[in-house]
């Protein structure tokens, strides 16, 4: 459940009996949408608002003894407001959240002096104050709207996604297990980009999580109950015991570890060592990982990892790699997406276990088992790429929005077919810009929370892709 702390306007010049009406009808509001609120008591000022010095401080005391909890401020404007007030009680709370502003309208029967709001107005003094502050903020979609009208619980909606990435990217702890793959230059970033935005890498040579893993007795307890919950997780008929066993010990490994670092995601490493060397792919590890909210890319690509932190964090569902991998027929605004796959299984129609069908040639089958295969069910998702720009000493990324349609294809691992608008205007940005063929999904639409976390408060470089 996210916590706003709430800030209400009031100014002395302005019927101040509407701060007490309106700070009744945003609380209703927020209640709905299941919001905790860290606000004023309705007596320890004038209806609960703020307006004076001596508001502004007891309100930024207030939050600061939340500082923990709060997860972004909603400032609402039952009438003009008190901008130096409002500016004052978050420059002195010192919370570093997003910012909501909110405004009342007027009525047209009601523009006396008695009921006259002025919000509209008060509205564009608040944003001047903060802008002069520098204290970044968010803005309704209409620039008046009601509690209770639908475009304003969306807007709490968009604005609870944005407060929720920002908090996730806040101290991000994340993990790399393996080199990167050889091959595989496009999973190439910049570590140190991402620690001077707050992300700490964590790393692991492979050899150390496989020399845990080959410790592992048959019979240990842990392992055990790993393999227990992968058979409860997949179907896995036709897959040999012996796999089964090696996947569990596996998991037990990574799971200690990422308990250890407390780390919220991972990036595996992949191609082909893992086979080779140990003689299973982690896909199926790995999607249980994402079902279950902590997030894991395969090919060692943390940046793309990112993408799916992000997605989630925003979203509240699983999130997962793909590549931008066909096109599907004639149609432009159509394509595939395609992973071997670790897909988490809430993306599937429905899914099995099966082997590795494009390594196995190189490595065995025998030595390839693990992924978890099926087609994606139809339905709106949210896309996000996230890359280090090194040349230029910055974090950029691209998102957008599409569906995953009805089409069906003859083919093998996790695989949808999508459709955007002006999909080819899409490709061409990300083969202009150098980005990489990997792309992270939700299945859920919460890019413009995602865009407006991303440019107004992380400070990425952003393109948001809109028809």
């Known amino acids: 459940m996210p916590t706003l702390g709430l800030i209400v306007g009031n100014r002395g010049f302005f019927p101040a009996h509407l701060c007490q009406a309106g700070r009744r009808d945003i609380l209703i509001a927020l209640e709905k949408e299941g919001i905790k609120v860290i606000a004023l008591p309705e007596e320890a000022t004038k209806f609960g608002a703020v307006e004076s010095l001596a508001d502004a401080q007891k309100c930024a005391d207030l939050f600061k003894a939340h500082r923990e909890e709060i997860d972004g401020v909603l400032v609402t404007l039952p009438n003009f407001g008190d901008e130096r007030a409002i500016a004052n009680t978050l420059r002195w709370a010192g919370l570093k959240v997003p910012v909501l502003i909110h405004a009342f309208n007027d009525e047209g029967g009601k523009m006396t002096i008695r009921d006259r709001r002025d919000s ?43 407060c929720n990435v920002v908090r996730k990217l806040k101290n991000a702890r994340i993990g790399a297990i393996g080199a990167r793959p050889a091959a595989f230059n496009t999973v190439r970033y910049s570590e140190k980009l991402l620690e001077a935005s707050g992300i700490t890498v964590e790393t692991l040579d492979l050899s150390e999580v496989l020399g845990w893993a080959r410790r592992m007795a048959d019979e240990d307890r842990a392992v055990n109950e790993k393999l227990v919950q992968i058979t409860d997780y997949t179907n896995v008929n036709g897959i040999p015991k012996t796999s089964l066993l090696k996947m569990a010990k596996l998991g ?47 090919e060692t690509d943390i940046v793309g990892l990112l993408g799916m932190y ?61 992924t978890i295969v099926g087609r994606i069910s139809p339905g709106p998702f949210t896309y996000c790429r996230v890359s280090t720009d090194d040349v230029n000493g910055r974090v950029c990324s691209y998102l957008g929005e599409g569906r995953f349609t009805e089409d069906k294809l003859d083919t093998f691992g996790g695989y949808g077919v999508i459709e955007l608008p002006e999909f080819q205007k899409l490709l061409h940005f990300i083969c202009r810009n150098g980005y990489e063929h990997h792309v992270a999904a939700t299945k859920a639409a919460v890019a413009d929370g995602i865009a407006e976390a991303l440019t107004t408060y992380v400070g990425w470089q952003t393109y948001h892709h809109k028809p």
Not at 262 to 267: D, I
Not at 275 to 290: I, Q, R
Not at 310 to 323: E, H, R, T, V, Y
Not at 328 to 340: L, Q, T
Request: proline fraction near 5%.
């Open 120 to 162: 509209f107005c008060g509205k564009m003094s608040a944003c001047n104050n903060l802008r002069q502050y520098g204290i970044p903020y968010s803005l309704t979609k209409l620039h008046t709207v009601e509690p209770s009208n639908p475009e304003f619980v969306a807007d709490l909606r968009r604005f609870v996604a944005t």
């Open 252 to 298: 037990v490994a990574i799971d200690r570890w990422v308990k250890d670092l407390n780390l919220s995601a991972t990036a595996i490493q992949c191609w082909t060592a893992l086979e080779e060397f140990y003689g299973v792919v982690p896909c199926t590890l790995m999607s249980m990982m994402s079902n279950n909210m902590l997030p894991s890319a395969c």
């Open 310 to 370: 992000i997605l989630q964090a925003a979203s509240g569902k699983p999130a997962a790699l793909l590549d931008w991998n066909n096109n599907f027929g004639g149609d432009p605004n159509k394509g595939v997406v395609f992973h071997c796959s670790n897909l988490p299984k809430a993306f599937f129609v429905e899914q099995r276990m099966d082997y590795q069908e494009i390594i196995a040639g190189t490595v065995g089958k025998e030595n390839t088992y693990g």
